[in-house]
């Protein structure tokens, strides 16, 4: 298994707006895993570029190329599509290999444990980690929460990481924590 999940910013990975101490299936899944999820900072698409580029091949070659009469036929071509791309479709950052070639040079992860799809899975321990920008307004914002920070961290990127065990929001740079912040959440 990684180490770590890099994504972005998007509501289904990190969990609700609605509860948003609360996370979601993803990242829950990722923390039993021993797993961290690392978010990338806001409005900074270029840090998953390989996402980002088969996001531009999906509009380009499959949405902006047909028409479909309903969600099934859709999904149908979409199947067919994927399919296509994972045979064909080289990035350079595979060193010009095929994604179906990058799967076929490694093994499978398997997870520890199937989870039940009907219970929730315990969130005990773990870290999330944030990268952010902190601005001029000395704050930096996780999961719709606003915290301000030392004005020596104004105009640098910082690391917001969410201890799960000791619910504390930890700000670190450089290797060097610089505030706590008090996180609770839910309990298990």
Known sequence: MP??????NELSF????????????LIRLA??????????PLAEPWRNGVIEKFNDNVQKYF????????????????VEFM????????????????PNQMVSDYQ????NAI??????IPMNEGEIVFIRFIRSDCMIRILDMKFELKKELVYSYVIARIVIKSHILL??????????????????
């Not at 039993?32 to 999820?37: D, F």
């Not at 009469?69 to 149908?76: A, D, H, P, R």
């Not at 399919?83 to 095929?98: D, L, P, W």
């Not at 505030?179 to 298990?188: A, E, G, H, R, T």
């Open 171 to 188: 700000i670190e740079r450089d290797h060097t924590v610089f505030q706590v912040f008090p996180f609770l959440m839910p309990v298990d």
């Open 108 to 111: 499978c992860f398997k997870l």
């Open 3 to 8: 180490d770590y999940l890099q994504m972005d």
């Open 83 to 98: 399919a296509f791309h994972n045979q064909n479709h080289r990035y350079s950052t595979t060193g010009g290999n095929t």
């Open 63 to 78: 949405l902006n190329t047909q028409t479909f009469s309903n969600f099934g036929q859709l999904k149908e071509r979409a």
């Open 14 to 25: 990190r969990g609700s707006n609605r509860y948003p101490r609360s996370f979601g299936p």
């Open 115 to 120: 989870p039940d799809s009907n219970q929730r």
């Open 31 to 40: 923390l039993s895993e021993n797993i961290t999820p690392i978010f990338i």
